[in-house]
C-alpha cells in the first residue's frame, strides 16, 4: 500500500462536482473490531504491505525500523535495513523483493524477503515518501521533496528524474500497468494530483484542491475510479472519488465527522475503508454513497492501511501501533458527538445543573457574558485563564436513553497558538465524582502544525445519569491561557 501526504487544488480545464440529493451518503456509527497486535517497537511506523496474502506482510518507520510478520501478523520481527535514517514507504512485488523508500533519498531493496537489505542509489538527497513498482522488479516510480519524481527501468540500479510540474511529491499508484497512473504533490497550501498515461514521460494535473492535505490514494481496479483522502481540518476533510479517470471529482463523505489519513480498496470499487486522527475509521461497502464510522479503539495518529481482501486488512500508525481486522472493518453501534453536535458546528447547551467550585461555567465571551452557558468554543476563543479554576466547554443533558451505556468518551483538542501551553482535560459527574478528574498534563498542538491532541476515558460504562451530570473542560498549566481553535467530545454508546 502506497499512502503518503498531498494536498490538493483545481486547475482551470477541471470540473469538480458534488452527489446529487439523491445519493447524498446515509451516515451511520461503527464500532470497530480491531485486534491490536504486539509489534515489538515503539516507533512510529508510516506505511504497510502485504504483497500476497495475510500471512506475510513488512511494515517501515523510524529510524530505519522494519517489521516483518511471516504468521498473519501474531509475531513481527526486527529485518536489519542497514541505515538509521527514516523509512517512509515501502512496496513489495512479492514476498520476496520489495523496496523502501525514505529520507535523504534513501531507497533499500532485498531480493530474500527482507533477510538483507541493499541500499540503491537515488541520485537525490531528497526525502522520498514514495515508492511504487506497478507490475514487477524492474520499473519503478519514487516520489519526493521539491518536486522529486524518479523512474528506474532496471530494478533500481539507475533512477533517471521525471517532470512533474511542482509540488512535494507524495503518493504514487499505477493500478494497471507501467504507463498510466497518479501522483500527488503539495506546495505550501496548495496540493495537486497528477496523472501520466505515457510511463511518467507528462503529467497533467487533474485535481487541485485549495486547503487539501490528502495522505494516499487508492485506485483498486483500473485509472477510472479512485479515491483520495484528505485530512485536512480546517477546510472540508473526507473522501473525493473519480469515476472517470480523474476529468470529474465528487466529495463522497458529507455527514462524517472522523478526519481521514490514509484509504484502501482492497478487491473492488465497492469495498473500502479509511483511517485517521486518533484511531479514526471509517468504511463503505457500497462505493462512497454511504459510510460507517467509528474508533479503532486507539488514540494514535493512524498513517497507513492495507486491505488483503474485503475482510482482512491491517493499519499501522505512531508508537508502533499494528492493528488488525478480520471481520471487514467492524459493526454499527451508536456515537454522538455532544459538543460541538459535528466537527465546527457549536452546540446549544439547554440545561446547566450547577458548578462545582473547581469549575468556571459563566461563558466569558462578550456576545454571552454573564448568560450563565458554559464555554461555547470558537475559533480563537479563550477558553482558559489564571483563575485555577478548569473551563467548562461541555455538559448536557438527556443526550442518551435510559437503556443505553457510555462506554468510552473522546475529548480532542487543538489551539491557534503555535506555541500552545501545557493543558489537561477533566471531568467530574456532580454528585458522583467527589473532584475533577484530570488527565496529565500535555503540550496542545497547534491547530496550524500539529494537530489535534486526543484523549479518551474508556471502559466506563456510565448510564444517562452519569451523562446528565458530566461537566468537561480544559485547565491550563502555571496560570497560562488557551486560544482554542477547535475542542470536541465524542462519546461511544452500547445497550446495557
Same mark, same amino acid.
Given at each position: 500500500m502506497n499512502s503518503h501526504y498531498v494536498f490538493d487544488l483545481i486547475n482551470d480545464n477541471l470540473k469538480i462536482i458534488t452527489l446529487p440529493a439523491l445519493v447524498l451518503l446515509g451516515v451511520s456509527p461503527l464500532k470497530a473490531d480491531w485486534a491490536v497486535l504486539n509489534s515489538g517497537t515503539t516507533k512510529d511506523l508510516k506505511a504497510v504491505e502485504f504483497p500476497v496474502n495475510e500471512n506475510t506482510g513488512f511494515a517501515v518507520g523510524r529510524d530505519g525500523t522494519i517489521l516483518k510478520t511471516s504468521d498473519a501478523g501474531s509475531t513481527w520481527s526486527k529485518t536489519r535495513s542497514g541505515v538509521k535514517s527514516n523509512l517512509l514507504d515501502v512496496d513489495f512485488i512479492n514476498n520476496q523483493v520489495g523496496y523502501v523508500s525514505g529520507v535523504n533519498g534513501t531507497i533499500l531493496k532485498t531480493e530474500n524477503g527482507g533477510v538483507n $537489505?541493499? *541500499?540503491?542509489? =537515488? %541520485?537525490t538527497s531528497q526525502h522520498l515518501y514514495s515508492i511504487h513498482f506497478p507490475v514487477d522488479q524492474y520499473t519503478g516510480y519514487a516520489g519526493g521533496a521539491a518536486s522529486t519524481l524518479l523512474k528506474t527501468t532496471d530494478g533500481g540500479l539507475t533512477w533517471l528524474p521525471q517532470s512533474i510540474g511542482g509540488g512535494y511529491v507524495y503518493d504514487i499508484v499505477f493500478p494497471e500497468n507501467n504507463l498510466s497512473g497518479y501522483a500527488s504533490a503539495i506546495y505550501g497550501s496548495l496540493g495537486w494530483i497528477y496523472k501520466t498515461t505515457n510511463g511518467g514521460s507528462t503529467w497533467v494535473k487533474v485535481l487541485d484542491l485549495e486547503d487539501g492535505f490528502l495522505k494516499s490514494m487508492s485506485f483498486p481496479v483500473d485509472t477510472q475510479t479512485g479515491y483520495v483522502a484528505n485530512h485536512d481540518t480546517y477546510s472540508r476533510s473526507g473522501i473525493w472519488k473519480t469515476s472517470d479517470g480523474g476529468t470529474t471529482w465528487s466529495y463522497v463523505t458529507q455527514g462524517i465527522t472522523s478526519v481521514p489519513v490514509a484509504i484502501d480498496f482492497a478487491m473492488d470499487n465497492q469495498n473500502g475503508i479509511a483511517v485517521g486522527f486518533s484511531g479514526d475509521v471509517i468504511k463503505t461497502n457500497d462505493g462512497g454513497l454511504s459510510w460507517t464510522e467509528g /474508533? #479503532?479503539?486507539?488514540?494514535?495518529?493512524?498513517?497507513?492501511?492495507? #486491505?488483503?481482501? /474485503?475482510? !482482512?486488512?491491517?493499519?499501522? %500508525? =505512531? =508508537? %508502533?501501533? !499494528?492493528? *488488525?481486522t478480520t471481520d471487514g472493518g467492524g459493526t454499527p453501534v451508536a456515537s454522538l458527538y455532544l459538543h460541538p453536535s459535528s466537527m465546527g458546528n457549536i452546540n446549544t447547551f439547554t440545561d446547566i445543573t %450547577?458548578? =462545582?467550585?473547581? $469549575?468556571?461555567?459563566?461563558?466569558?465571551q462578550t456576545v454571552n457574558a454573564g448568560s450563565g452557558l458554559p464555554e461555547g468554543v470558537n475559533s480563537r476563543d479563550n477558553v482558559s485563564d489564571g483563575s485555577g479554576n478548569r473551563i467548562m466547554f461541555a455538559l448536557d443533558d438527556g443526550a442518551i436513553s435510559s437503556n443505553q451505556q457510555v462506554t468510552e468518551i473522546c475529548v480532542s483538542l487543538a489551539a491557534t497558538q503555535f506555541n500552545g501551553p501545557m493543558a489537561s482535560l477533566s471531568y467530574q459527574r456532580l454528585g458522583v465524582d467527589s473532584s475533577p478528574v484530570d488527565t496529565v498534563p500535555f503540550w496542545v498542538g497547534s491547530y496550524w502544525y500539529n494537530g489535534i491532541t486526543t484523549h479518551c476515558w474508556k471502559n466506563l460504562n456510565w448510564t444517562s445519569t452519569d451523562l446528565d451530570s458530566l461537566e468537561i473542560g480544559v485547565k491550563t498549566v502555571a496560570g497560562k491561557w488557551l486560544e482554542a481553535s477547535q475542542m470536541y467530545v465524542k462519546v461511544y454508546i452500547s445497550a446495557p
Amino acid at each position: 500500500m502506497n499512502s503518503h501526504y498531498v494536498f490538493d487544488l483545481i486547475n482551470d480545464n477541471l470540473k469538480i462536482i458534488t452527489l446529487p440529493a439523491l445519493v447524498l451518503l446515509g451516515v451511520s456509527p461503527l464500532k470497530a473490531d480491531w485486534a491490536v497486535l504486539n509489534s515489538g517497537t515503539t516507533k512510529d511506523l508510516k506505511a504497510v504491505e502485504f504483497p500476497v496474502n495475510e500471512n506475510t506482510g513488512f511494515a517501515v518507520g523510524r529510524d530505519g525500523t522494519i517489521l516483518k510478520t511471516s504468521d498473519a501478523g501474531s509475531t513481527w520481527s526486527k529485518t536489519r535495513s542497514g541505515v538509521k535514517s527514516n523509512l517512509l514507504d515501502v512496496d513489495f512485488i512479492n514476498n520476496q523483493v520489495g523496496y523502501v523508500s525514505g529520507v535523504n533519498g534513501t531507497i533499500l531493496k532485498t531480493e530474500n524477503g527482507g533477510v538483507n $537489505w541493499t *541500499k540503491l542509489n =537515488s %541520485g537525490t538527497s531528497q526525502h522520498l515518501y514514495s515508492i511504487h513498482f506497478p507490475v514487477d522488479q524492474y520499473t519503478g516510480y519514487a516520489g519526493g521533496a521539491a518536486s522529486t519524481l524518479l523512474k528506474t527501468t532496471d530494478g533500481g540500479l539507475t533512477w533517471l528524474p521525471q517532470s512533474i510540474g511542482g509540488g512535494y511529491v507524495y503518493d504514487i499508484v499505477f493500478p494497471e500497468n507501467n504507463l498510466s497512473g497518479y501522483a500527488s504533490a503539495i506546495y505550501g497550501s496548495l496540493g495537486w494530483i497528477y496523472k501520466t498515461t505515457n510511463g511518467g514521460s507528462t503529467w497533467v494535473k487533474v485535481l487541485d484542491l485549495e486547503d487539501g492535505f490528502l495522505k494516499s490514494m487508492s485506485f483498486p481496479v483500473d485509472t477510472q475510479t479512485g479515491y483520495v483522502a484528505n485530512h485536512d481540518t480546517y477546510s472540508r476533510s473526507g473522501i473525493w472519488k473519480t469515476s472517470d479517470g480523474g476529468t470529474t471529482w465528487s466529495y463522497v463523505t458529507q455527514g462524517i465527522t472522523s478526519v481521514p489519513v490514509a484509504i484502501d480498496f482492497a478487491m473492488d470499487n465497492q469495498n473500502g475503508i479509511a483511517v485517521g486522527f486518533s484511531g479514526d475509521v471509517i468504511k463503505t461497502n457500497d462505493g462512497g454513497l454511504s459510510w460507517t464510522e467509528g /474508533n #479503532l479503539g486507539v488514540n494514535n495518529y493512524m498513517q497507513d492501511i492495507d #486491505l488483503v481482501n /474485503n475482510n !482482512i486488512g491491517y493499519a499501522v %500508525g =505512531s =508508537s %508502533g501501533l !499494528i492493528v *488488525k481486522t478480520t471481520d471487514g472493518g467492524g459493526t454499527p453501534v451508536a456515537s454522538l458527538y455532544l459538543h460541538p453536535s459535528s466537527m465546527g458546528n457549536i452546540n446549544t447547551f439547554t440545561d446547566i445543573t %450547577g458548578c =462545582s467550585e473547581a $469549575w468556571d461555567c459563566v461563558n466569558d465571551q462578550t456576545v454571552n457574558a454573564g448568560s450563565g452557558l458554559p464555554e461555547g468554543v470558537n475559533s480563537r476563543d479563550n477558553v482558559s485563564d489564571g483563575s485555577g479554576n478548569r473551563i467548562m466547554f461541555a455538559l448536557d443533558d438527556g443526550a442518551i436513553s435510559s437503556n443505553q451505556q457510555v462506554t468510552e468518551i473522546c475529548v480532542s483538542l487543538a489551539a491557534t497558538q503555535f506555541n500552545g501551553p501545557m493543558a489537561s482535560l477533566s471531568y467530574q459527574r456532580l454528585g458522583v465524582d467527589s473532584s475533577p478528574v484530570d488527565t496529565v498534563p500535555f503540550w496542545v498542538g497547534s491547530y496550524w502544525y500539529n494537530g489535534i491532541t486526543t484523549h479518551c476515558w474508556k471502559n466506563l460504562n456510565w448510564t444517562s445519569t452519569d451523562l446528565d451530570s458530566l461537566e468537561i473542560g480544559v485547565k491550563t498549566v502555571a496560570g497560562k491561557w488557551l486560544e482554542a481553535s477547535q475542542m470536541y467530545v465524542k462519546v461511544y454508546i452500547s445497550a446495557p
